[in-house]
């Protein structure tokens, strides 16, 4: 908030006031004020503000002088949004997430903090660099996805649990290992599932 106040007076009695207030927050500026004199006063406000549509979606901000960008996580809320490593906010219902101030023709850093994720949604991207032309606007998709995902404990055929580093392909898809006591965590689980182990002695099963 912000506020200014003038006051003259002339050599003939003459007076004039004036007087302003300003009012700022992340959606918009209000300004109002009065100025005059004696008994003649002119009375004024104003609205200042932007309104940007990007991805099906219509934001409104704070005036934007310089360029911005759209953060999207495929429709995924409440994602924590960070620029330059500074945490800016979350995105909305619809996964989007507005950043009205962006630097123009600078290589800035956008990133998702992927711990705020639910255990259930995965992303392969966490950060990306994009450089924003002045006056324009960019739409940044960080490809978030829901994921099916287990924890489960895989033995052999004596009952005995898998050695530790065990390689685990899940329907064709390399990346699980599995643990102590035979515990492997495994993603992009489907209904009916087919896995193969590559064991440290070389064999499969």
């Excluded at 005036?63 to 995924?76: K, P, Q, W």
């Excluded at 992927?114 to 960019?138: C, D, F, K, M, N």
């Excluded at 009916?192 to 590559?198: D, S, V």
């Amino acid at each position: 908030m912000g506020w200014s106040h003038g006051f003259a007076e002339g050599s003939k009695a003459e007076r004039y006031v004036q007087a302003d207030l300003t009012w700022r927050n992340d959606l918009m500026q209000l300004r109002g004020g009065i100025y005059g004199g004696d008994g003649n006063y002119t009375r004024w406000a104003g609205a200042s503000g932007s309104i940007a549509m990007m991805d099906g979606s219509t934001f409104i901000a704070n005036r934007i002088n310089d360029a911005f960008a759209v953060v999207s996580t495929s429709g995924e809320p409440d994602v924590p949004v960070r620029y330059e490593n500074q945490l800016i906010g979350k995105t909305d219902a619809g996964g989007h997430l507005l950043v009205p101030w962006a630097s123009s023709y600078y290589r800035a850093k956008y990133s998702i903090d992927p711990l705020g994720l639910p255990s259930a949604v995965g992303t392969p991207i966490v950060e990306q660099r994009i450089a924003v032309r002045r006056g324009s606007g960019y739409l940044l998709e960080f490809p978030v996805s829901r994921v099916v995902a287990a924890t489960a404990t895989l033995y052999d055929a004596a009952g005995q649990p898998l050695p530790i580093g065990a390689a685990v392909t899940v329907n064709g898809k390399p990346g699980a290992y599995v643990g102590w006591d035979g515990i492997a965590y495994m993603e992009g689980l489907q209904t009916r599932n087919a896995l193969i182990i590559a064991l440290p002695d070389g064999g499969t099963c």
